[in-house]
């Protein structure tokens, strides 16, 4: 008697239970009808005009009946902005199969409102002053040597019908050797700026080095909403128009925009900021992946850039490589995410210099062996062990 009654009461349950889950996934598509509007193109556009022609809007200052006040304002862009920042939000919570994605394409491919978001958080981050400032000549035929110049000659070069120099060229490229002087003059100049603490102090943007915790609210709206378009757009834009055609950036603004996240994820890690940030600190992080991937393809940044936030606070290597690897062991098992000082080697590496890097994943094999012998296990050659030979000068063996 007593397992019938318990059959039913959990049947019952999962009526119940079944019953909410069917209300709940109504009412989320029903929201989602509602709110269909919000990720059409015509309606951004008509809030862009309203914030253009300073048209008045009535905003309720208190939603209690009784004290409720109007108050009459101008319509501005970063009231557009923060609308569109907690759009995301709720898109992400009402519709978990694809996110924000709906919204993320109609403003990534939206004329002009990416562009528009960037120039506020300009102003945001560098000043008005900033915003107008220029780079310093030789960044920017550091940076022209590297990028549009260099996909240019090498279009003209395809072009050519000099065939034997053609096939000289690719057989240069598979052995891993070079006649381009272009090419060692930038690798020259790159190792010389890394070296220069003026490029090294250019490129730390002061506003940025408190992280996530030294930023207001509306900054923090305005970042986040930007990463996730432009992270978003970054995906499908090609090299022709980030270098060439320079859409929707300019390669001195790409350097800008890549400056700022590196400060400001850097410093993010190494205070810690808790998992109340987390969503701002995952978008700027994948952004600033993207950009430093792209980098790394086909360079538009000085080395400076990339080492700048890390250039004094730099925790020692064998520090690093330890705290690594307690974090790591303490996370197993763990899903909390929380950026923690340690993420930045997983997470920035490129903070470090590649020498640096190298020394710490010898202090990480180190770590290794020593974590064995404390287990009984041997280290050295041995009947387990495997001999690998490298040979850098050989393609293949």
Request: proline fraction near 5%.
């Amino acid at each position: 008697m007593l397992h019938c009654i318990d059959d039913r009461a959990t049947n019952n349950t999962s009526i119940t239970e079944e019953a909410d889950t069917n209300d709940s996934c109504r009412t989320k598509t029903l929201f989602m009808d509602l709110l269909k509007p919000i990720y059409q193109q015509w309606h951004l556009r008509k809030l862009l005009i309203l914030a253009k022609e300073d048209v008045p809007c009535d905003r309720e200052t208190n939603h209690d009946l009784d004290q409720r006040q109007v108050k009459r304002r101008s319509l501005k862009l970063t009231d557009i902005i923060c609308f569109y920042y907690y759009m995301l939000r709720i898109f992400s919570s009402l519709n978990p199969s694809i996110g924000p994605l709906p919204i993320l394409n109609m403003l990534s491919f939206t004329p002009g409102f990416l562009v528009d978001l960037w120039g506020t958080l300009e102003i945001s981050i560098f000043g008005q002053t900033g915003q107008k400032s220029q780079e310093p000549e030789h960044v920017k035929q550091l940076a022209g040597s590297s990028s549009g110049e260099q996909i240019s000659s090498t279009r003209q070069r395809r072009n050519t019908k000099d065939t034997p120099k053609k096939w000289a060229n690719v057989l240069h490229k598979i052995t891993g050797k070079s006649n381009d002087a272009d090419d060692t003059n930038l690798s020259d100049s790159l190792t010389s700026e890394n070296s220069n603490d003026d490029a090294l102090i250019l490129w730390d943007i002061e506003t940025m080095r408190q992280g996530s915790e030294g930023i207001g609210k509306d900054v923090m709206h305005m970042l986040h909403l930007f990463c996730a378009i432009y992270g978003h757009l970054l995906l499908v834009l090609d090299d022709i128009e980030f270098y060439e055609k320079q859409i929707p950036f300019t390669l001195e603004q790409q350097r800008k925009i890549a400056s700022a996240l590196n400060t400001f994820v850097y410093n993010s890690f190494l205070q810690n900021s808790g998992s109340g940030n987390k969503p701002l600190i995952d978008v700027t992080v994948r952004c600033l992946n993207l950009l430093y991937e792209r980098d790394s393809r086909h360079r538009f940044c000085p080395s400076s850039l990339w080492l700048s936030p890390a250039r004094t606070g730099r925790i020692p290597i064998a520090a690093a490589a330890r705290a690594h690897e307690a974090a790591f062991a303490s996370l197993v098992g763990t899903t909390s995410g929380i950026p923690t000082r340690s993420s930045v080697l997983t997470t920035v590496p490129h903070v470090y210099p590649f020498e640096e890097r190298v020394q710490m994943f010898r202090e990480f094999i180190e770590l290794d062996k020593a974590s064995r012998r404390a287990n009984g296990e041997v280290s050295g050659p041995g009947p387990g062990s495997i001999e690998i030979v490298i040979r850098r000068v050989n393609v293949a063996s």
